[in-house]
């Protein structure tokens, strides 16, 4: 079976400011790992995928994720926050990399403070 | 490239019908379609998996008699809500994969609303 914890359902950082959201997984076989965003009544739309290549893992729109498989962790990280990064996050889980449905954690809510 | 669709964004019908939700990839052909919910301000829970011209494959707990599947074609699912209660007001999202691909691709929901 597999899980993914979120810490944090709100996340509030200053424009400019770092940010730093939280993701852990468990997974019982090698994992590929997802962050997803989500803007308000929209699906969802693909930031970043670790699929055992790298370990450091660059996004669209600015973002990356660090696997660590020690901390079973895949932090998504941005150095400078915008406006617009206003939305909700969630990271996934899979065992197949996609052709089996994903577990997302509970999701993120990324406010940013002007 | 890789274009999910979802029709009818919205909506809203009385307690008892059924509504059919449509799930299109426009521009790749999909071997394997995906079923989610989401509740209002939670995560999203995988419904079922369907397969092109198989039967779909429900998450325990997804009654499959009320949440009827049919993925006739490399292109497009449908996901029927029968006698449909208030309950099951909800956002219905789809993804769409490629067998050898190790992405899902998300259309932009259906809001359900069961009065």
């Known amino acids: 079976a597999q899980s993914v914890t979120q810490l944090g359902s709100h996340v509030s950082v200053s424009e400019g400011a770092l940010v730093l959201l939280r993701c852990n997984y468990s997974s019982s076989v090698p994992p590929y790992l997802f962050w997803y965003v989500q803007y308000p009544n929209q699906g969802l739309q693909l930031l970043l995928k670790y699929t055992s290549a790298a370990t450091l893992v660059k996004g669209i729109n600015g973002f990356e994720a660090e696997f660590k498989k020690s901390e079973t962790s895949f932090h998504l990280t941005k150095p400078s926050a915008h406006m617009s990064d206003a939305a909700e996050y969630f990271c996934?889980?899979?065992?197949?990399?996609?052709?089996?449905?994903?577990?997302f954690g509970k999701g993120t809510h990324l406010i940013i403070q002007p | 490239g890789a274009v999910v669709s979802q029709h009818p964004s919205w909506v809203i019908c009385k307690s008892g019908t059924s509504v059919k939700i449509e799930c299109r990839s426009l521009d790749f052909q999909a071997t394997t379609m995906f079923w989610y919910r989401q509740f209002p301000k939670q995560s999203l829970m995988l419904m079922a998996t369907?397969?092109?011209?198989?039967?779909?494959?429900?998450e325990q707990g997804v009654e499959k008699d009320k949440f009827l599947i049919n993925h006739a074609s490399l292109t497009l699912s449908t996901l029927t809500v029968t006698s449909a209660h208030p309950e099951d007001s909800s956002f219905y999202i789809c993804s769409a994969s490629v067998s050898g691909n190790n992405e899902q691709f998300f259309g932009p929901g259906t809001r359900l609303t069961v009065l």
């Open positions: 369907s397969n092109e011209g198989s039967k779909a494959t429900y």
């Open positions: 996934a889980v899979s065992e197949l990399g996609g052709a089996d449905g994903l577990t």
